[in-house]
């Protein structure tokens, strides 16, 4: 319950903010919704974290975050706000985004981790 309440609506996208990829003004395909459903980490430790902190929202076009896999809504944040802004504004929550992203045991790095590979960024 906790995790679909963290995703209900966030506001408007400030700042070139975390909020989803139609308040960046992008829209997403069907490929793109389908890709954010079915993306996982590839290191065991890091998917556990972000099937419990992070896939509700951001795997599902309905929950106002930006989908995982959606280059082009992540490019918009990357440009307007960096690598450590982003980091930041995870940390301490954003819009619905609660802090930490509901993962109080990642460390820096490993939200670092999954802000890029829901960004598209991991090779």
């Known amino acids: 319950m906790v995790l679909l309440a963290a995703c209900g609506e966030g506001g408007g996208d400030r700042d070139g903010g975390t909020g989803g990829s139609m308040a960046a003004g992008i829209m997403p395909t069907d490929a793109d919704i389908q890709l954010a459903a079915d993306l996982t980490p590839d290191d065991t430790e890091l998917a556990a974290k972000y099937d419990r902190s992070c896939r509700t929202c951001h795997s ?5 975050a930006p989908l ?35 993962c109080s045991d990642c460390s820096d790095e490993e939200l670092g981790q999954l802000i890029a590979f829901m960004a598209g960024r991991t090779s």
């Open 60 to 64: 599902t076009v309905d929950a106002a």
């Open 68 to 102: 995982t896999g959606h280059k082009a809504a992540w490019a918009v944040r990357y440009d307007a706000r960096g690598t450590a802004d982003l980091l930041a504004s995870t940390k301490t929550g954003l819009n619905a985004m609660p802090p930490m992203g509901l």
